[in-house]
Nanobody, 122 residues
Framework: VQLQASGGGLVQAGDSLTLTCVVS????????LAWFCQAAGKEHEFVAA????????AYADSVQGRFIISKDNAKNTVYLQMNSLKSEDTAVYYCAASPIFVARNRNQYSIWGLGTLVTVSS
């Protein structure tokens, strides 16, 4: 299984951006999919997760109400819609898969994709 994240870029504070993660190789099965972010010099932080059905979601407090995670099972794709972006959202964003929902610790994720950089200028 491979995860490929894309959609990062340079935006201004208050703007919106949508990240995409495509799952390829084989079906992700019942694994939950999540987004983590890693700012410069910091550890990976949990951002949001979605159950394999796409019907349940979870968010970090810092993005609750601003970000929306969704899943298109037909396209094997998970999205992260990022609204009202802040400078502190600047980070490399990764998608990952885990058999656990909700897993908020990066060690609970066994499948990772390469990251996509989001830079928010103030």
């Amino acid at each position: 299984v491979q995860l490929q994240a894309s959609g990062g870029g340079l935006v201004q504070a208050g703007d919106s951006l949508t990240l995409t993660c495509v799952v390829s190789g084989r079906t992700i099965g019942t694994y939950a999919l999540a987004w983590f972010c890693q700012a410069a010099g910091k550890e990976h932080e949990f951002v949001a997760a979605v159950r394999y059905t796409g019907r349940s979601t979870a968010y970090a407090d810092s993005v609750q109400g601003r970000f929306i995670i969704s899943k298109d099972n037909a396209k094997n794709t998970v999205y992260l819609q990022m609204n009202s972006l802040k400078s502190e959202d600047t980070a490399v964003y990764y998608c990952a898969a885990s058999p656990i929902f909700v897993a908020r610790n990066r060690n609970q994720y066994s499948i990772w994709g390469l990251g996509t950089l989001v830079t928010v200028s103030s």
